[in-house]
């Protein structure tokens, strides 16, 4: 059974840092490629990072690569995928979600995730 499940999240002043974790369980989570996702209060969810399951090759939305705010890594050893957000602005408030296609690759769509984690809270604002 796939479990994914996210922490870190918070209330952060604007400017400031968060790093998210995703830690898997019942699989290896280093053959797999994990998404980052987030749903903004009365918005729709949206893509935030990916990371690829084989090369650890990185993948962001656009605005997310805006001056490397927002930065995907693993840690095989520790059957954790990471995110650091850098810079933060009132915008970033959502609630963040990490999910696997099944696969290795991110060249997927968004519905093709799945064992979708009940999400981590984060808040940016004074």
């Known amino acids: 059974q796939l479990q994914l499940v996210e922490s870190g999240g918070g209330l952060v002043q604007p400017g400031g840092s968060l790093r998210l974790s995703c830690e898997a369980s019942?699989?290896?989570?280093?053959?797999?490629?994990i998404g980052w996702f987030r749903h903004p209060p009365g918005l729709e969810r949206e893509g935030v990072a990916c990371?690829?399951?084989?090369?650890?090759?990185?993948?962001?939305t656009y605005d997310m690569r805006d001056g490397d705010r927002f930065t995907v890594s693993r840690d095989n050893a520790k059957n954790t995928v990471y995110l650091q957000m850098n810079n933060l602005t009132p915008d970033d408030t959502a609630v963040y979600y990490c999910?696997?296609?099944?696969?290795?690759?991110?060249?997927?769509?968004?519905?093709?995730?799945?064992?979708w984690g009940p999400g981590t809270q984060v808040t940016v604002s004074t």
């Open positions: 999910a696997t296609p099944g696969g290795s690759l991110c060249d997927v769509a968004q519905d093709e995730f799945g064992s």
């Open positions: 019942g699989f290896p989570l280093g053959s797999y490629a």
């Open positions: 990371i690829t399951g084989t090369d650890g090759r990185t993948y962001y």
